[in-house]
C-alpha cells in the first residue's frame, strides 16, 4: 500500500481583546499532516515529516512579520518543502 502524504499550510491571525491597553497579537502557522492510516508506522512516519518541516520552517520564518509575509515565505519554499517530506518518505521506505 503507497503512503499518501498530505501537508497542508495554514496560517491563522488572532487578535484577543486588549490587554492593559495594549493589543495582544499572536500569530502561527498551522502545519496539518496527513497519513495514510492509523497504523503505528503511518502515524510514526506522519510525526517525522512534521518534525523535519518544522525544523526546515523555523529559521527561515524566524523574521516573518505579518500574515502576508508568512504566506510568500512559504510560496517561495513549496519546494523546499516538498522535498523535505519526500526525502523522510523515501528514508523511511515510502
Do not use: W
Not at 492510516?37 to 510525526?47: M, P, R
Not at 529559521?59 to 517561495?76: D, Q, W
Not at 518543502?81 to 521506505?93: D, F, M, Q, R, Y
Request: hydrophobic share 45%.
Amino acid at each position: 500500500m503507497s503512503f499518501l502524504c498530505v501537508l497542508t499550510l495554514m496560517l491563522f491571525l488572532f487578535l484577543p481583546a486588549k490587554n492593559s491597553g495594549q493589543a495582544n497579537i499572536n500569530e502561527f502557522l498551522r502545519i496539518h499532516i496527513r497519513a495514510n492510516s492509523n497504523n503505528l508506522n503511518d502515524q510514526e512516519v506522519k510525526y517525522e515529516v512534521k518534525d523535519e518541516i518544522v525544523k526546515v520552517l523555523t529559521p527561515i520564518l524566524s523574521e516573518v512579520k505579518t500574515k502576508e509575509e508568512a504566506t510568500s515565505v512559504i510560496s517561495e519554499n513549496l519546494t523546499l518543502i516538498e522535498n523535505t517530506a519526500n526525502n523522510v518518505l523515501s528514508k523511511n521506505g515510502f
